[in-house]
């Protein structure tokens, strides 16, 4: 459509039309009102980022916590967790202008990856941090995490492990589902291989990567998960 739109979305354009948020924050839409909170591996800088601004200024950061080393200090470690939340609620006029998918939500914080190992731990602390989204009252999880494969290989997840409700991540998010909470997981970078956990969580909703021009994303893991169940759930 050649109507004016109400946000203008800078290097974000191509994504938010494609799925048709501009529509939605037309109609209102913004993400007023909801909690979501971010499972990632660090959110190094981004209460200094001024694309953040708005976030900070309106105190929409809610709850902030490390489960890797138990401190509430989440701003340092990966960049990782900084540019999901981008994708997300990061916002700026002016030349170099962005607007997110949704800009308005209210946000939690959690580390529970450990970027510098890979190790059984941090599924642990995935569903550690869904037992603080419950307690904290999140509409909505992003986990943009994926485990398969660990430093020790003997700890490591086999395809028959990935039938949605065996491995501890995918026990944590089937849990938050029953719960109420809508947890949304990556399939993970590693295609034509197949998806990581939690993605191939029965009450997830695992999403797989598109291009722009609307093709599969070479990069982007593929399902279904070992149940046979259709992983990524949209693409």
């Known amino acids: 459509s050649t109507e004016e739109k109400s946000l203008n979305y800078g290097m974000a354009a191509t994504q938010i039309e494609q ?34 601004d708005s976030v900070y ?29 981008s994708c997300i ?18 946000l939690a914080l959690y580390v529970a990856e ?18 603080r989204c419950d307690s904290a009252g999140a509409d909505l999880v992003n986990i943009s995490l994926g485990y398969f494969n660990f430093d020790d290989s003997t700890t490591s997840h086999v395809y ?15 849990t938050a589902f029953s719960k109420g909470i809508v947890v949304l997981t990556s ?19 695992c999403v797989g990567a598109i291009d722009e021009f609307g093709d599969y994303a070479s990069f982007s893991s593929v399902g279904p998960n070992a149940a046979g169940q259709v992983k990524p759930d949209v693409a």
């Not at 028959?160 to 089937?174: S, W």
Request: charged share 15%; glycine share 10%.
């Open 19 to 52: 799925l048709n948020l501009d529509c939605l924050h037309d109609l209102g839409y913004t993400g007023n009102s909801i909690y979501l909170a971010v499972i990632d591996a660090g959110f190094n800088n981004m209460d200094n980022i001024n694309y953040f």
């Open 187 to 205: 399939a993970g970078n590693s295609g034509p291989s197949n998806i990581s956990t939690p993605c191939d969580a029965s009450d997830g909703f």
């Open 160 to 174: 028959a492990d990935l039938d949605g409700q065996t491995t501890i991540a995918a026990m944590g998010v089937n």
């Open 57 to 85: 200024l309106e105190s929409r950061v809610l709850d902030n916590y490390n489960f890797v080393n138990n401190t509430p200090f989440v701003y340092a470690f990966s960049g990782h967790g900084t540019a999901v939340s």
């Open 89 to 106: 609620v990061a916002e700026k006029a002016g030349m170099d202008n962005y607007a997110g998918a949704a800009i308005d939500v209210s």
């Open 114 to 131: 450990d970027v510098t190992s890979e190790t059984e731990i941090e599924e642990f602390n995935v569903v550690l941090a869904l037992e």
